[in-house]
């Protein structure tokens, strides 16, 4: 794996790289939230990325950056999610054994999604430790490689192509981007994007205050752990990784805390006047939108809808 | 008001009128939903439309052909919901009053969405007979001009525009287009616009079983009220009108019924792998091709989407 902060052209193989397994997300736009929000926004849907969500990009990736030999044991991951899918949906694209690793509170919807692409699980309690306990498990018994889900540079080059297109399509030069922050790849990607293709756009995150560990560590330079977590943002829960806090200190312009009530209420605003079904997660940027009106105001703004999988029984409202 | 079915030149010519004011919504496939159905898919999402529903085109087309003279006193409608909101849009862009007879039962986003353009709503009990005699007090005590939710040309040409745009934009030649039916005003517009712009399509339409009036129209050539009215698609409860079910008795090839359990299970099908919200109205169709796996297999389907206006509140999943 690569081990320096990927260049323009890294990202540009990457991208070609993926593109013939993804999908090119449409941008929508909706007139009654540009007059909520006094800006122009530019909704780049990666909720109707395959398997739900911008990770198929840096999974891919990942796994596609991998050579025959160190494919050849399988692929490994954890992740309450997303990157499972997608590093399961990956190794099946190139016939590859995927051992995922999946906290015991992941939502039901994304289980099912990881089973459907053939991979097998291994549920462990939700804490970092536990999760890269098992992983490290795995590896040692199986061979496998494992696929950091933010902390790689291969994903994060893979998550910086939605920003890519996000500016390659929009059809205006944007003042600005934000991008929800978990443990960073989709965010640092997304710098690096805007720095090479669109150098003045300015890059924001938006991130939940029951996880509010990127605001910190974005302060003090270490990685930091949040004061205490929980919220319903469950793709955001992790801390930073030290290769995406790195970026993000050189190319994120700041980061935006919402609370659970501002998240909900974005993400209902998203279902009812957008039509498009949201994940918690994919709502905290335009709840963080909302709530800095005046940061905002008059500017064209692109906002990634990072995924749009969530359990249809349990919904907030 | 026009007293011909509407030939090509008509439907092209409201096309154009009304384009300043619509979208051209995207047409989105699945490959998940295309292994399930046997057939290739193509999704009108009409959902995205203007006031979340298809009938923005022939609300508009209805008020932009009125004359000045015609529109001084106002316009009035009666209408479950997305007709109701499509006058009131339209209404507000010409800036003409708009007077709107809503069941008592509507769906309470539905009646947020007329108020929201400024219509005055008036009440009624949710049976034909009561609609339209409280249109009729409306337009004797104010002389606005009525503008009948299906049974009217100007509607019907309007409606017609969606299947040209998902003629134009397949990008295949489509074998057959399937459209909801309710009182007929979509479904007779498209079954035009694929005999005039897409020869040899076949126009297929699907009808819940809890309202299944316009199967035993088609059969039988006059207007018949359904055995019961009880489904979830709400805005599928009305009888054909006679213009409507004159045009589909010549250019639909067949209906469809599908019980509410179907409905549902398709709905869920279109917001969990697509992650569109769709009401079940608009549900009705995919509920349909799935159901008659051997009439669709192998051959390139329009499927027409019809709205996305749903309480989030009330879901049935």
Redesign the interface.
Known sequence: MSESIPDKEVIEKAHILITPYIHRT?I?TSQFINELSGAELFFK?E??QKI?AFKARGGLNAVLSLSKEQLKNGVTTHSSGNHAQAISFAAAKVGAKAYIVMPDNSAS?KVKGVENYGAEITFCPNTPEDRQNTVDAIVKKTGAAFVHPFNNYEVIAGQGTAAKELIEDAGVKLDAIIAPVGGGGLLSGTSLSAHYFSPGTEVFAGEPEGAADAILSFKSGKVEKAPFVKTIADGLLTPLGPKNLEIIRKHVKDILTVSDEEIIAAM?LL??R?????EPSGAVVLAAVLKNRELFQGKKVGVIISG?NVD??K?P?
Request: charged share 15%; glycine share 16%.
């Open positions: 449409p929508l849907c909720n109707f739900g919807v209902r279902w009812e957008m039509k498009i079904v949201v749009g249809l029984g919904l409202f």
